[in-house]
């Protein structure tokens, strides 16, 4: 309970350098800083004509203009993204760090175990890396069931199919 109390009361930048410092690295003034499970727009100087995601686990990337790119955080780490022009000229490298929002994040624990629901300000169950196996598998296999139903397909249309 303890640990909960004290990821609450720090700020999420500052949990972003403490995270960052465990993993050998340091943050620089330049890095986007993008929550798991959330986005962020990346403006850049000039249309891209390519690009390239140093980690694809970490980060995804929309295309949202040829100067504007949505940088949306699939896992907690470290990785960049590299803009080219159309003659392959580096127009930005942008190094990015996935953190946890722990603001609204509420880690129960039972024993190893661990399950993490997002409370705004009602507590849901949360999809986050690292979580029990079980429960995590369990607060999937309800999502992808609501996801089916909300368009029209569900379990005893799925059947019919196979």
């Known amino acids: 309970m303890r640990s909960i109390t004290l990821c609450r009361k720090v700020a999420p930048p500052l949990m972003a350098l ?3 410092a465990m993993m050998g690295a340091t ?4 890095d986007l ?3 798991y499970d959330q986005s962020q727009i ?4 000039g249309p891209a004509a390519d690009l390239i995601i140093g980690n694809a686990s970490i980060v995804d990337v929309a295309v949202q203009s040829s100067n504007t790119l949505v940088v949306t955080g699939k896992s907690f780490g470290i990785t960049n993204v590299i803009a080219l022009d159309s003659q392959r000229n580096v127009i930005r490298e942008q190094r990015v760090i996935v953190v946890r929002d722990e603001m609204r994040v509420v ?4 024993g190893a175990k661990r399950e993490s629901y997002n409370c705004t300000p009602q507590c ?3 999809l986050v890396v690292g ?4 429960y ?3 607060v999937a296999t309800a999502a992808e069931r609501k996801i089916k139903f909300s368009s029209g397909q569900s379990d005893h249309s799925n059947q019919q199919q196979q």
């Open 18 to 20: 403490i995270i960052l």
């Open 136 to 138: 995590f598998e369990g």
């Open 27 to 30: 943050a620089r003034a330049d």
């Open 131 to 134: 979580d029990d196996k079980a």
């Open 124 to 126: 849901n169950p949360s």
């Open 42 to 45: 990346l403006h850049l100087p």
């Open 33 to 35: 800083i993008v929550k």
């Open 107 to 110: 880690n129960v624990q039972k």
